[in-house]
């Protein structure tokens, strides 16, 4: 196995990212999860571009949005638990980059796109989401929760 060496303050920046990327997960499952009138399916609607089809026909049928609502919120949890505490850190970033990836190309922002749900700001191409998922990415590429999380334990390996 490969030791992964990094400065302190770059494993201060990857571990600082990692930390509060897991708590937007986190809190956003926990406020979906806390609200028993939350459902995915004005988001599903209100989805432009070329999916629109698929996220209106996920809405569409009451069983197929209660397990999109359930994956959601779940989902979201997970990951943020994941990068907060450093546990399996891979499959949380990747199940971020997943969630996030669903989130961008049901709502892009893209010129002649309009949504009913209102947005932030005025975004072209990059919005939070891309980036966020671009923070993932850069946390799939330089783990830290095998220096500094539940993974360093959960992941030791014996010396030969």
């Known amino acids: 196995m490969k030791v992964i060496s990094y400065h302190r303050w770059q494993l201060t920046a990857l571990v600082l990212l990692r930390v509060l990327t897991g708590w937007h997960f986190l ?3 926990l406020v979906k999860l806390i609200n028993p009138d939350w459902s995915a399916i004005g988001y599903l609607l209100d989805s432009s571009w070329i999916f629109e089809g698929f996220f209106h026909s996920l809405a569409a049928n009451p069983g197929v949005l209660g397990v999109v609502d359930f994956l959601n919120v779940w989902g979201l949890i997970l990951v943020g638990l994941g990068l907060i505490i450093g546990s399996f850190t891979r499959i949380a970033t990747l199940g971020g980059i ?8 049901s709502h892009p922002p893209f010129l002649n ?7 932030e700001g005025s975004y072209l191409i990059v919005n939070k ?4 998922l671009v923070a993932l990415w850069v946390l799939y590429l330089f783990p830290t929760g095998s220096l500094i999380g539940l993974d360093k334990f959960l992941f030791r390996r014996k010396k030969a």
């Open 27 to 29: 809190y956003e499952g």
């Open 129 to 132: 989401t891309l980036i966020e």
């Open 98 to 105: 997943i969630l996030l990836t669903f989130y961008y190309v």
């Open 113 to 119: 796109l309009e949504y009913v749900l209102p947005s």
